[in-house]
């Protein structure tokens, strides 16, 4: 670092002595050419003095003219610099979560910028919709979670009666059987919950039987038709329906069980 200071201090030098010695070349020129066309002769020694003055003013001349020039560009970078400071400062914003922010149309007015400030409205409102989806996606999973535990915890518990007949104590069985399945699955589940966050979920449907599907969410929520003493019947006609069963199922099972839970 210091070696780079110094080299750039020796080339400010360098320059400073080159142009230097060009205004005193020139001046001398200048002067020489002014005495010769008047026929004016001075002694030597003023001269001298008056070259040096001229060569002195004209390099102030110069120099006030290069800081004129330095400050009046500098005023403009200062100024371009203050139209992108707020979508500098959105942007910081957007990076550390605050998908809410929206810059003010009037930041650019016109040109790139009116562009820019459009472009991170737009950014900003595509991440709030994902993290929208995000926090959906999340409340999506705990309630199925808690569902599919609910039942098997409900199954579960229901097994320690010791009157339960064979028959019933292999139904219960295997109600949590299929649950265990279901959680098991979740994974699944789960990436394709995000991928309706990208808004690119595959759907491949298949032909089933709708009523049996719904019997079976029922029969999930057994445990707590019993814990509330609500009899279920369901009177249901063979349907067959062409549709994905995993995701209608995260569907139709949320109704028996807020139900049961009323």
């Given amino acids: 670092m210091k070696t780079r200071w110094v080299i750039q201090v020796t080339a400010v030098g360098v320059v400073v002595m080159l142009l230097l010695c060009g205004i005193w ?20 020694f003023l001269v001298q003095v008056l070259n040096s003055l ?4 004209v390099f102030v001349l110069l120099f006030t003219v290069y800081i004129a020039w330095s400050s009046a560009r500098s005023e403009v970078r200062r100024q371009r610099m203050q139209v992108f400071e707020p979508i500098i400062e959105a942007m910081k ?3 550390k979560g605050d998908f809410q922010i929206r810059l003010d ?17 737009q950014m900003a409102e595509e991440l709030n919709q994902m993290e929208h989806m995000r926090q959906e996606f999340i409340s999506n999973v705990s309630h199925e979670i808690q569902s599919l535990l609910t039942s098997i915890q409900g199954f579960a518990q229901a ?10 104590r292999e139904h ?9 399945m279901r959680l098991s699955r979740m994974t699944e589940n789960m ?8 808004k690119h979920l595959t759907v491949e449907p298949k032909s089933y039987r709708l009523d049996k599907q719904i019997r079976t ?9 019993t814990r509330k003493a609500i009899t279920m019947e369901a009177d249901l006609e063979e349907i067959l329906l062409f549709a994905n069963e995993n995701l209608l199922s995260q569907v139709l099972k949320t109704f028996p069980s807020n139900y049961a839970q009323c």
């Fill in 105 to 121: 149309p009037e930041v650019g007015a016109n040109g790139f910028t009116s562009e820019l400030t459009k472009s991170v409205n």
């Fill in 93 to 95: 914003r957007i990076a």
């Fill in 54 to 57: 001229f060569g002195l003013l």
């Fill in 217 to 225: 969410l029922i029969l999930a929520c057994e445990p707590q038709w």
């Fill in 25 to 44: 070349a020139g001046v001398f020129f200048l002067t020489a050419s002014l005495y010769a066309a008047t026929g004016l002769t001075l002694p030597p």
């Fill in 191 to 198: 990436l394709k919950l995000a991928s309706l966050e990208s």
């Fill in 159 to 168: 097994l320690h009666d010791k009157h339960l007949s064979v028959l019933e």
């Fill in 172 to 180: 219960y069985l295997g109600v949590i059987e299929t649950d265990s």
